[in-house]
């Protein structure tokens, strides 16, 4: 039982390349989320997946897009970078969107945008 | 709005000895809080939650948590401090009534010191 996996560990882009970060979760839930990490700021929602099929924006969405390709797999691209990208990228997953649900956190991808 | 506010950015505490991490939180709604932790490079690891009942909350790793409605705070604790606590803390909070993103506090980093 893995939990959630996230690939690539590590990714350096150049401004304008695109690029998917990819996640996927092997405890059945329904609702999964991207999240991004930056000093100082905690983490800010950007996506999230409340069951497959269905997706809505976060508080930070611009310049993001994602897929649930089915129950398990949540991804998220990035169709032209920015620096302002350059941040820690965070998947979770939780059995719903509840308000009582906890959210289980892959390792993370850490993203250089330069 | 929801938010959640962490006062203190670190925290160095003597192996041992006890240690508080302070959180205070702010919703329209009902309070739901949470506590996690990050290692150095790995993802958020699900501490203890508070969803209503009882005011101690008793989480993972020794840790607890004391939900306070009159003060809105939601500070983590543990009666004797290990240096493998070292880590970064991070509370959260949602509302029950009118948001269903999680907010996360900016982070405190807590070092015990041997």
């Known amino acids: 039982n893995a939990g959630v996996t996230q690939t690539p560990k590590f990714q350096v882009l150049k401004t304008g390349q695109s690029m998917t970060l990819q996640c996927a979760q092997d405890m059945n839930h329904n609702s999964m989320y991207w999240y991004r990490q930056d000093p100082g700021m905690g983490l800010r929602l950007i996506y999230y997946s409340a069951s497959e099929g269905t997706t809505d924006k976060g508080e930070v969405p611009n310049g993001y897009n994602v897929s649930r390709l089915n129950k398990r797999e949540f991804s998220l691209r990035l169709e032209s970078a920015a620096p302002s990208q350059t941040s820690v990228y965070f998947c979770?997953?939780?059995?719903?969107?509840?308000?009582?649900?906890?959210?289980?956190f892959g390792p993370g991808t850490r993203l250089t945008v330069l | 709005a929801q938010s959640v506010a962490q006062p203190e950015d670190q925290v160095n505490v003597a192996e041992g000895n006890p240690l508080t991490v302070k959180c205070t939180y702010s919703v329209s709604g009902n309070p739901y809080l949470f506590w996690y932790v990050q290692y150095p490079n790995r993802g958020l690891q699900f501490l203890l939650k508070?969803?209503?009942?009882?005011?101690l909350v008793k989480g993972s790793y020794g840790f607890e948590a004391e939900f306070n409605k009159s003060q809105t705070s939601f500070h983590l604790k543990k009666p004797s401090a290990l240096v493998s606590d070292s880590a970064l803390y991070f509370c959260?909070?949602?509302?029950?009534?009118?948001?269903?993103?999680?907010?996360f506090g900016s982070g405190t980093q807590l070092t015990v010191l041997p």
């Open positions: 979770a997953s939780s059995e719903a969107v509840a308000d009582t649900d906890t959210q289980y």
């Open positions: 959260a909070v949602r509302d029950s009534g009118s948001a269903r993103q999680l907010t």
């Open positions: 508070y969803i209503t009942g009882d005011n």
